[in-house]
């Protein structure tokens, strides 16, 4: 399932706050986005303990529980980590990639909060979980009847949020730096390939990595951070922190660069930082340079000058990085009216 609209984190908390408590929740979204952490918030929201079941790994019988024979009858028992005495949140995560026969036990457990003759506590909440076929997950077709029987919500990733979080749970300052200049690197696509890419999750793993190796407070080979990155996140992104680490003797010299107190690093083996400085010069142009010329303030007009003198600059020291910079083939397009003058004064660089 891919739904229409998106929620970030701050957004699908407060929808869990609303209505969680009176219908069930599934949460769509790519792996490594957060969902599961975001469950485990909300609890600790509503004061509940949370109780986890993985769905790839159930059988029916983890939820229905096992036939006890009590005289002429039997009677299901509920697994213990289900049949509880106080309300709690029961969070099915990876629902979707479970048995069809795991999702039928779930019927009666959602719809009804109900397993055979045990009812959940009173005031217990049941949130699901799962991911999208795109995402190259496990999965599993949900039947009609179960989808039917939750409130359906997707999340997406919110670097600003992200960060936010970053920093209160004091992740390594190089990923909380280098985000803070790339929010469009902290999450990318999975890819098609059995190979290592780009979330929340996988940056979290890279901060861990580093402040276990005591990166920052002594040295750290050029190998063994190669190892740890290209392990963690994109291939792409990975070569990109790398040039970012390289640099951080000097962070803000894009920043020196728009305002005229410093050039572009033009070295042969500077190469990697002038691909990262090109790279966040583009961001910033796609972030910061309204849609209409109209809308222009004196700083966009100011970096918009700007922009036109670099771009030449960059060109007559690297012409692929400066086609790069206006290219629109990685779907983000520079504004028209930016575009039209780019082909006006640069008309070289812009492939037809």
């Known amino acids: 399932m891919n739904l229409s609209y998106s929620v970030t984190q701050n957004e699908l908390l407060d929808v869990l706050l609303n209505v ?5 929740v599934f949460i769509w979204g790519a792996p490594g986005i957060g969902k599961s952490a975001l469950v485990e918030k909300f609890a600790a929201e509503v004061g509940l303990p949370c109780v986890s079941l993985l769905g790839s790994q159930l059988a029916p019988e983890d939820i229905i529980g096992i036939p006890q024979i009590k005289g002429e009858t039997s009677e299901f028992l509920p697994p213990k980590m289900i049949a509880r005495k106080e309300a709690y949140v029961l969070f099915l995560d990876e629902l979707n990639a479970c048995s ?25 909440i049941v949130v699901g979980a799962g991911n999208r076929a795109q995402d190259g997950a496990i999965v599993k077709t949900m039947s009609s009847a179960l989808i039917n029987r939750m409130f359906h919500v997707q999340m997406k990733v919110d670097a600003t949020q ?12 190089w990923v909380t730096d280098y985000i803070s200049q790339r929010p469009d690197h902290l999450f990318s696509e999975p890819p098609k390939t059995e190979e290592p890419y780009s979330t929340p999750r996988s940056w979290h793993m890279l901060s861990d990595a580093l402040i276990e190796y005591g990166a920052g407070k002594e040295d750290l080979s050029e190998n063994i951070l190669r190892v740890l990155t290209y392990g963690c996140i994109s291939a792409k992104h990975a070569g990109m922190f790398l040039a970012f680490v390289k640099q951080l003797g000097n962070r803000h010299l894009l920043a020196k660069i728009l305002k005229g107190d410093a050039k572009w690093p033009s070295k042969p083996e500077e190469r990697d930082i002038l691909y990262f400085l090109a790279q966040s010069f583009r961001a910033r142009l796609l972030h910061d340079l309204p849609e209409s010329k109209q809308n222009m303030n004196k700083d966009a007009q100011y970096l918009t000058h700007r922009a036109k003198a670099l771009i030449k600059e960059l060109s007559q020291i690297n012409y692929e990085l400066a086609q790069m910079v206006v290219s629109s083939e990685e779907g983000e397009v ?14 070289r660089l812009v492939k037809v």
């Not at 992200?162 to 300052?173: D, G, R, S, V």
């Open 162 to 173: 992200w960060l936010a979080w970053a920093y209160e749970n004091h992740l390594h300052p």
């Open 100 to 124: 069809q026969e795991v999702q039928k036990a779930f019927y009666s457990l959602i719809h009804e909060r109900r397993v055979g003759e045990y009812h959940l506590p009173a005031g217990s």
């Open 20 to 24: 969680a408590p009176s219908r069930p």
């Open 334 to 347: 520079l504004p028209d009216w930016f575009m039209v003058e780019i082909v006006r004064d640069l008309p």
